[in-house]
């Protein structure tokens, strides 16, 4: 039971993260390089809020809210105006957030490891079908299933979703009916961001807080759009949870074999369907 709640913690943190670049490209078509720099950036961010107000719950919300802001600001001053241009612009401009982003967290906390407490609240553990579970860990079960239910319904079922969708597959005519494309996009570009510096701060307490996390989990991220399908958010959450039980799995039986193992379902799936193992072929994210 131990090894199945670590796996799906993993999963619903991996979905936490992927969930935001999975939205910036379903709706922006944007590869966005640099998102790991933000889940990074929310680490550090809700570090330095809970370390200053004693409060997890403000240090979620400081790292939500700034990593929001940021992506609010890269989007209209920076990405904007690539749109048009080959996507290879965009590449270049989300690889260079990346320096510029841990350049700046390097300046501000240093080179080295920082932690996050466990909130009193919700440390220790809980007996539960005869195995002793961390109470943290079924926080991040819970938490990301919600935050998963509401970013469906919100894309799915809401008047901002359809607008989303539409401003996605045909911007010229949303703009001709008077909609704020412009607005529409950097609120997309924000939550996806937000998403990331949310996952960053959950991870906060489990995980030491270092620079090298830019680059680190952006791996297992990508691996979750790829075999979710690119920009299929429905997709992400399977595919996070696959990928969160196979290394916790891994972990237990095959430690040396973890990273083996996820790259093999990756390469598989490339092989037999490069478009993603939850593809969908209308892309309504």
Known sequence: MSTVVIGLSLGMLLFLLAAGLTLIFGMLGVINFAHGAVYMLGAYVSYEAGKRTGSFVVGVLSATLLTALVGAVVEKLALRPLYERPHFYQLILTFGLILVLSDMVRFIWG?????????????????????????????????????????????????????????????????????PVGAIRMAV????????????????????????????????????????????????????????????????????????????????TLLTRPQGLFFRTARTA
């Open 189 to 268: 570009f924000a939550a996806g961001c937000g998403l990331s510096g949310l996952a960053g701060s959950i991870a906060a307490p489990l995980f030491p807080i270092e620079l090298g996390m830019a680059t680190n989990t952006i791996i297992d991220c990508f691996i979750v759009v790829i075999l979710g399908g690119l920009g299929n958010i429905r997709g992400a959450i399977a595919a996070s949870l696959l990928i969160g039980m196979v290394r916790a799995i891994g972990y237990v039986y095959l430690p040396s074999w973890v990273d083996i193992m996820t790259f093999s379902l990756l390469i598989g």
């Open 111 to 179: 080179p080295g490891y920082q932690e996050v407490a466990i909130p009193a609240v919700l440390s220790g553990t809980v007996d539960m079908l005869g195995s002793t579970l961390p109470i943290y860990r079924l926080f991040v079960i819970g938490f990301g299933a919600i935050v998963s239910i509401g970013l469906y319904f919100v894309l799915e079922k809401s008047t901002f979703g359809m607008l989303v969708r539409a401003a996605s597959s045909d911007a010229e005519m949303v703009r001709i009916l008077g909609l």
